[in-house]
């Protein structure tokens, strides 16, 4: 039977990867996707998403449209696609306008209400900033109970992308990312950008996704190439032609827990700091007595991860 999974977007381009990984893995069953502000505006994540979905004959799969703004900081400057990160996301992804529309019901009461009919039986796959997932722990006390397992795109441990000590998807949110790892799931595993980043996608990848010539494979070559083009020109990654495509790794490690290799640690987010707020604190040389409360990932599959791609991109809705 196909694992349930909702997936949690900011859709931008790497979450455009993980959507439709999700959405055409025979191994999966994406009930719905979820939206937060993020990479851009919310109401731009929820129509790249809906685009996304149309794209590769996937409207079926619901969307619901979640926080504006982070929980605590709502003059937190964010998303940041208008700075240093335009070349990465953009605010409307190149795919065709979709028909269908986002549903009326809030993210944040989709979630507690479809984990609340289904306990245990759903994993909840987070990969933008954890405001709408921070909310529904706020609104239900039964909610993180009710989800099978948790899995996040999120944190660093030797690496940062977007303040020297920090991840985005923590950083835009660390107040609700602070409410979340510290919440006490059944299973929480955290992929970091030290895994994702050696997983990277190369050019060489794109052309064979592009040759597939199915919607998925030619999506996915032309996200990852501007995703390429916008890291070589402003983080490059020190490969050449290369990218992180982080969300997508995510999914690739609910199928197949080979992708990523963790550890059962502790994880904390810094929400004070001067110079270090969003910072995953993860005591990998166990410095403290705080238990272990997530699988962080510390080391990522290349080759499996971009095979996974291949196999599932080429299949048509
Ligand atoms: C994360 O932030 C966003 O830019 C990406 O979609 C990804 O989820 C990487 O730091
Ligand atoms: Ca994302």
Known sequence: MPRKLVLDVDTGTDDAVALMLAALHPD??????TTVNGNVEVAHCTDNTLRVLEWIGRPDIPVYEGLARPIARCDFPT???????????MEVLPLPEAKGRKQRLPAPVFLTEVFAQNP?????VAVGPLSNVAAAIALDPAFVGNVAELMIMGGAIDKSNVTPSAEFNIWADP????????AGWRKATMVPLDAIHEALISLDQCRRLRALSSPAGEA??????YRIAGYQANQPTGVPDTAPVHDALCIAALVDEKVIATRHLNVVVETK????IGRT???HERRTSRPANCHVALHADRDRFFDILLANFAKRA
């Open 273 to 276: 700091g001067e110079y270090t």
């Open 79 to 89: 998303p940041r696609a208008a700075k240093r990160d335009a070349k990465v996301h």
């Open 120 to 124: 245990g039986e759903i994993a909840l």
């Open 28 to 33: 999966l069953e994406l009930l719905a996707a």
């Open 220 to 225: 996915a070559a032309q996200l990852i190439e």
């Open 281 to 283: 604190v993860v005591d």
């Open 175 to 182: 107040e609700a990312a602070a409410v979340v790892l510290g």
